[in-house]
């Protein structure tokens, strides 16, 4: 049986994985391939609603557990998670045992352990999917229980665990964005370019403040479509002429980045896959080692180097630079598109179910 046995016998996958949206989001296309396919497909998540509220427009069946928040500093919270982590293992194992899965697929964040642990005590094979070119906490726990680690570089690596290059899987929308419908959906004209700037949910306040000091030089050039992050609207700048403040994209995102000419952003794993993949050509400003564990920081590194990005530490940010930044990006974005063409684009989703079936101890027919 493969995992495109019809749906009388159709096999059975558990997706896992949160503590934040970059690690539900690249897992949606896997859900939507595997359903395609005619696999049952169930979410483990937490009780919180950021997961269920991603999951829940594609009509699968949700299931929350109780964990705890890997964390790398001393709180009290660390006492009381000593108590939710194995709580969650048991609700794992428990609702595991009831869907009975032929593998599961965990996309990592702190929500994804107990189910990789419940899974392993089931004897259900894992895959497990890391984004950031160096491993995050929880799958770095979490390689003693999986069959293999999918990645986004293939210098990530996961000691003896079988790795395998996958990049990480887009939504089909944002292949498919088109700059005409984005310009229209931010009512910007096609005279003059589009500087689209992406803060993140975690990093968005120091990119907000410089980008709002620098807007009298930046309109003066381009149009600004800013995604400050949920409640940092300015009221003060609600008005002005060419800059387009959001909260955040729901609808159209891929839209907006097809007719985007420029991008300053974080670097998180994700959002720099896009920009690799979408051919955009970005200026990036890591989340510094003082506020993350440094994932960010070695992302931006890898894409300097192989001259995919131009990148700002934050304690380098302030209008001036900021501005000299876009400009010398402008001015080397012909060269930086001809570089992004020849990065290699993966047709992640396929990948990744490959492995799901490799583990399995099925294959594609």
Not at 146 to 172: D, Q, S
Not at 277 to 292: C, N, Q, W
Request: hydrophobic share 45%.
């Amino acid at each position: 049986m493969s995992l495109t046995t019809p749906a009388a016998h159709a096999a059975r996958v558990v997706v896992t994985g949160g503590g934040s949206a970059g690690h539900v989001v690249p897992a949606l296309p896997v859900i939507e391939a595997l359903r395609g396919l005619g696999c049952r497909v169930d979410f483990i998540g937490s009780k919180s609603r950021l997961e269920k509220e991603l999951i829940d427009p594609l009509g699968v069946p949700y299931h929350g557990i109780r964990t705890g928040k890997l964390r790398r500093y001393l709180s009290f919270e660390n006492l009381l998670d000593c108590f939710r982590v194995p709580v969650g293992i048991w609700q794992a194992w428990r609702t595991l045992g009831r869907l009975r899965p032929d593998v599961v697929f965990s996309k990592g964040g702190y929500v994804s352990f107990p189910v990789v642990v419940g899974a392993w005590l089931r004897r259900i094979a894992v895959v497990a999917h890391e984004s950031d070119l160096t491993p995050g906490l929880a799958n770095r726990l979490s390689v003693p229980f999986v069959k293999a680690v999918c990645v986004n570089f293939e210098t990530t690596t996961f000691g003896k665990a079988r790795v395998a290059v996958t990049g990480t899987p887009l939504r089909p929308a944002l292949i498919a964005g088109d700059a005409a419908r984005g310009r229209a959906l931010l009512g910007v004209g096609s005279d003059r370019p589009l500087l689209l700037v992406v803060g993140g949910s975690l990093g968005a306040e120091r990119i907000n403040e410089v980008v709002r000091v620098s807007l009298p030089e930046l309109l003066a050039d381009y149009a600004v479509a800013h995604v400050c992050g949920a409640g940092k609207l300015d009221a003060a700048w609600a008005d002005e002429p060419g800059y387009i403040q959001l909260e955040y994209v729901a609808e159209g995102w891929g839209d907006i980045i097809a007719a985007a000419d420029l991008v300053v952003s974080r670097a998180g794993a994700n959002a720099l896959y896009e920009w690799l993949v979408l051919g955009k050509p970005h200026l990036l400003v890591p989340l510094p080692k003082t506020a993350s564990r440094g994932d960010q920081v070695d992302n931006a590194a890898y894409a300097e180097r192989s001259g995919y990005s131009l990148v700002m530490p934050e304690h380098e940010l302030n209008s001036q630079t900021l501005v000299a930044a876009v400009a010398k990006l402008a001015a080397l974005a012909p060269a930086i598109r001809e570089r992004l063409a020849g990065f290699q684009v993966r047709d992640s989703t396929a990948l990744i179910v490959a492995e799901l079936e490799r583990a399995a101890g099925r294959e594609l027919s």
